[in-house]
């Protein structure tokens, strides 16, 4: 064992290097160091702990969420934000116009009316022309004090907080920080804030000193995409994380359209001995990306890739790890949309203490999915394969 030790690291070496020279192409992004990262595994945990963050708030509250409903994880939430209001805490949220456009209006004028200082992002305008129409700020962020954020695939619904019955209930996935990365998180908030005010939120200046500890061990890095980039970060980091695997790649997504390169780079992790497996949904929110993704499961299949797919929930996680030790955790998916068309927010956490708990997780919800065989898939019948040419052809718009 311990001869063998050497090599693992050796393989190790080569892989970061060329993560860290492919990863250049995405603007020089800034690792973050000694930040305290904390998983969130299901819906309940998360809630509980946003919430209990946004009622120890002193200062102000920086929010971004695609999707806000009016049920009862809604209203909850919205009690939350004006109770804050109350005790003298600035509330800043921007909101996805189209992801909350079956939320009554009413749902907003009440936080306006009481001091919450809305943005919804993208309101339909020939403004911007027409392509701008089909873009989507989709991520999902809270900072609190600048001290605080949390992140992940939870939207505000009941559905993500688990307040429904199986078939329906979301598995998602979060996690909050402490530390410095805090930072570059409210930078982008402000950045989003003045695309659409064409003016920076009235955040106080100094912070919530988030800079001035050292909370943790965990290296972090943003990576924010977007379609004001000339190329896509997302899927960049997406790429540099795979090819940086020596050993295992575990991928969780909703939504599998990643087209070739990711397609390319996971078969070649494959051949290099590396271990993947991919976690897909079995029911689906959305059931043409359903179609789509399994178009890809033949070739992937055949690669020597393993495919799951979670049957208990509707998948909506968005987690990527690597090697046991690294992992890509967010609001994107791998799909064209999120590489191409929505704004995303991910984190890539270095820390094998946080790894193991992640790959503790999932093991669970590997086992807890069915696996899908080469022999099974290829006797779906021709009408699935038929529908899934046909949708396959539109998969960059989905």
Not at 99 to 122: I, K, M, Q
Not at 341 to 355: A, K, L, M, P, V
Not at 371 to 391: C, F, M, N, S, Y
Request: proline share 5%; with cysteine; glycine share 8%.
């Amino acid at each position: 064992m311990a001869q063998g030790q050497p090599i693992r690291h050796n393989k190790r070496l080569v892989r970061m290097l060329r993560l860290f020279r492919h990863i250049r192409f995405v603007g020089q992004p800034v690792t973050y160091r000694r930040n305290r990262v904390v998983l969130h595994p299901d819906g309940p945990d998360f809630f509980q702990a946003l919430f209990s963050a946004i009622r120890s708030a002193e200062r102000y509250i920086l929010l971004e969420y695609y999707l806000i409903r009016s049920d009862a994880t809604g209203a909850a939430f919205a009690a939350e934000l004006l109770d804050a209001h109350r005790r003298g805490v600035q509330v800043f949220l921007i909101y996805d116009y189209i992801g909350c456009v079956e939320t009554p209006s009413a749902y907003f004028r009440d936080l306006a009316r009481h001091g919450v200082r809305l943005v919804s992002f993208n309101v339909p305008s020939f403004k911007r022309g027409i392509h701008w129409f089909d873009k989507r700020d989709h991520r999902k962020m809270a900072i609190i004090d600048g001290r605080q954020a949390f992140l992940g695939g939870f939207n505000i619904g009941d559905e993500y907080a688990g307040l429904v019955s199986s078939p329906l209930r979301f598995r998602d996935v979060g996690f909050s920080i402490v530390g410095n990365a805090v930072h570059e998180l409210e930078r982008i908030f402000a950045e989003t804030w003045q695309m659409e005010r064409d003016a920076p939120p009235p955040i106080p200046a100094d912070g919530g000193g988030a800079g001035t500890r050292r909370p943790g061990r965990a290296n972090v890095i943003i990576v924010s995409g977007g379609p004001h980039h000339r190329s896509s970060y997302i899927r960049s980091a997406f790429l540099a994380a795979i090819t940086s695997a020596s050993e295992s790649v575990l991928v969780v997504t909703p939504y599998f359209v990643p087209g070739p390169r990711i397609i390319r780079s996971l078969l070649r992790a494959v051949r290099r001995g590396v271990r993947v497996r991919i976690l897909l949904s079995a029911k689906s929110d959305v059931p043409l990306m359903r179609l789509v993704g399994r178009s890809y499961y033949t070739a992937l299949l055949k690669g020597g890739i393993e495919i799951c797919e979670l049957e208990r929930e509707v998948l909506h996680a968005k987690v990527m790890l690597i090697d046991g030790e690294r992992t890509v955790i967010g609001s994107a998916n791998l799909d064209q949309r999120s590489f191409h068309r929505n704004f995303e927010i991910n984190g890539i956490i270095d820390n094998t203490s946080f790894g193991r708990q992640i790959a503790l997780m999932l093991e669970q919800d590997f086992r807890d999915s069915r696996v899908v065989t080469l022999a099974d898939h290829e006797r779906r019948g021709k009408l699935p394969q038929i529908l899934e040419k046909l949708v396959n052809l539109f998969a960059w718009f989905l």
